[in-house]
């Protein structure tokens, strides 16, 4: 049985910085893509950030890109989610999410085999 469970999350303030943390635990490969959802309230589930399972490419969606950074550490099979420049807008609960999704659909939810419960990130002045 594989388990993601997400941490890092929290109550910050604008400008402010986080960094999740997303560890898998279970029968799965040492090397898995990992994508990064988010849903904030009364909204769908959204496009974060993913990184291909060679760790060489990455994706990220225009409303983060240059401000997040998604990394993995397959060795502790852990994925981070580093959060810097946080917004109001930012506010959701954040999903991990693993699999083997190619480059051209590592943006697609479907694309994931295992989720995450997800952590709750809050920016509020």
């Known amino acids: 049985q594989v388990q993601l469970v997400e941490s890092g999350g929290g109550l910050v303030q604008p400008g402010e910085s986080l960094r999740l943390s997303c560890t898998v635990s279970?029968?799965?490969?040492?090397?898995?893509?990992m994508g990064w959802f988010r849903q904030a309230p009364g909204k769908e589930r959204e496009f974060v950030a993913a990184?291909?399972?060679?760790?060489?490419?990455?994706a990220y969606s225009d409303s983060v890109k240059g401000r997040f950074t998604i990394s993995k550490d397959n060795g502790k099979k852990t994925g981070y989610l580093q959060m810097n420049g946080l917004k109001l807008e930012d506010t959701a609960v954040y999903y991990c999410?693993?699999?083997?999704?190619?480059?051209?659909?590592?943006?697609?939810?479907?694309?994931?085999?295992?989720w995450g419960q997800g952590t709750q990130v809050t920016v509020s002045s």
């Open positions: 279970g029968r799965t490969a040492n090397r898995f893509g």
């Open positions: 990184i291909h399972y060679t760790g060489s490419g990455t």
């Open positions: 999410a693993i699999g083997s999704p190619i480059l051209s659909n590592m943006r697609t939810s479907a694309a994931y085999n295992y």
